[in-house]
């Protein structure tokens, strides 16, 4: 079905040729994705430029990181970047490893001397998230750096920056024998800084970085442009080094624009202008590259092997969108460390040759797998808690009905929920699970080690518990910060943004935290309850339904508080598919918004079919089970809210519904 078809549907209602805009986008197009644009809080068209890109010396500390890592790199030195296994950690560290060895070549090639480049990943069993005391002694030390950097973490490490500055002998650079730390981070800060040599950190107290939601990947990939700015100023200085300085100018940092994409779209931060502008860019870079030789995409920076091969395993095709991103590739990146095998993720991403990068992408998917599995047990358990302790409350008649009738809905402000056969790698999935439903602030927790591992083996304090917590009506990083006001000695440590934290608990601790957290939760929606914005487009008319709309959505950086469109109208069911044992294929046809006066027999409403209307597929997926095999006839009449999309399968290009709730409203006719 083309444009031309389109253009001449005689069942198109006949109007004034549509006003065209200076791009020749018909007006009605355009006032369509205005408006789309408009209920996100931004305006169309967007122009990505990476001029429009917010300026690099607005983050604190910014500069002076950037003179200290030039400075490593032109003399060799020894730079540790430390950083987590999960979607943000491991883009960002493949940032900063890719762009740092790429820099170094140059000036090998240049006569200077080799700078050694490490990274180390902790294992989150053994040493935590983020820089560790003990992290720093195990696994760092014997490395002996001048410089340690962290990545998407940091902010919170005092204790590890205060142990690692004591250090002597350790870095021939420094006058103090100890290296240098500098933390990259985009997480809230605490009441105080770690001492580190610099922080970056657009969420700390005194930076004026504009955008506050910029991903642990983000910082990275801004670090990296004024480290080229700064070696370039440096190496002009000496006439010996001029040649070097051209050559660094010749390195684009935004060839590492699909990382960029990849871990901002996978740390669900919001999709600000700043951030859509990078996704965009990487999004741009990732699909032109697919149409590429893959040697050539990795070399010119348009795609790297490992998130091509990532796409592959996951049969994600041209075009890429930000859905796949979010649903397909990241999930294969976080099972990683989920599932402890922390490096398989990064080592995919810094693959320098596609046969490893295949090789680690299958690990990462099989791995994924393996976690599927797990969650859905994890989540039965966890539902099944929920429901006991919904029971067992004395909550308002309203819940009490939305449990016994099985309803989703359970709204519930605050939910601590624990479970000792719970695996703490993915407790976080199963708080957002059980946060859908209750629609509040939820903690779950689990005993801090494996509850797999082998005995014997080094793997967490069995008297500890680690929680994590998802939130959609409260400040949760915020809130648990007031319960630790309330009682400073309660928890070992917290951390996290407005809508997921972690933290670590005495086990004894437990009771005694579910009422101060109840408490903290009353207090933050008394005082700064979080919002959730609802995106509704209204209806999408038959006549826009076209492919270069389709295409158009495709391509936009849709993510978190920025969703893709969806739109709600009326129609009437021509046929119902069963698709596998739990989804449905409708044919649907435009049904007018306003019913008959006169009802059918039994008392159903009548909806009309609209004027120019026309049928189109709409899938509808887990809307079938055992107790429930048919929910619709055709013939029946639907409110439905749905996304508008491209089916590309073996070669067809079919738009197709994509329904994301059903209301049966009547009868069609
Ligand atoms: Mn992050």
Known sequence: MGTAEQMTDPTRPVTQPPARTADDEPAAVRELKERVFQNRGASY????QPTNLICPTKLTDGIPSAVRLADALINGQTIVAVADFDCDGATSAAIFIRAMKRFSDILVSHRLPRAKLHHVIPDRFKYGYGLKPRLAEDKIKHLAPDVIVTLDNGISSHDACTRI????????????????????????????????????????????????ALAGCGVAFYLMILVRQALI???????RLTAAASAIATVQVNHLSDLVAVGTIGDLVPMDANNRLLVKVGLDRINKGLQMAPRKAHQDGYLSYGVRALLEVANVNYPVTATDIAFQVVPRINAVGRMEAPTAGIDCLLSETQMIAGIEAKRCHALNEERKVVQKEMQADAEESLETLLAESDQSEQVKEALTTGSDDCPMD????????????IVGLVASRIKERTKGAVICFSPEGDPNADSGEDNGDPDWLKGSGRSDNVHLRDTLAYVATLAPDLMMQFGGHARAAGLSLHRMELNRFKRLFDEAVAHSLATAPLSNPVYEDGP???????????AWIERQPWGNLFPEPTFTQTFKVIRVLPVGDQHQKLLVVDADENPLT????????????????????MLWFFSRDEDHPETLQPGDAIQ????FTINRFRGHNDLQLIARKVERVGYGQ
């Open 45 to 48: 068209p967007e122009t990505y």
């Open 233 to 239: 100023s440096r190496l002009k200085k000496e006439d």
């Open 414 to 425: 605050a939910v601590v929920l624990h479970n000792e056969r719970w695996h703490p790698g």
């Open 540 to 550: 999408l008319p038959a006549e826009l339904r076209t492919h270069a709309l389709a």
């Open 165 to 212: 500055n004591q250090w002597k002998g350790v870095s021939a650079a420094n006058k103090s024998g100890a290296p240098h730390v500098i933390v990259t981070d985009h997480h809230a800060q605490g009441e105080s800084l770690p001492l580190a040599l610099t922080v970056v950190n657009p969420n700390r107290k005194d930076c004026p970085f504009p955008s506050k």
């Open 598 to 617: 006169h009802t059918a027999d039994n008392g159903d409403t009548i909806y009309p079919v609209a004027k120019g209307a026309k049928a189109i597929p």
């Open 640 to 643: 439905s809210t749905y996304n």
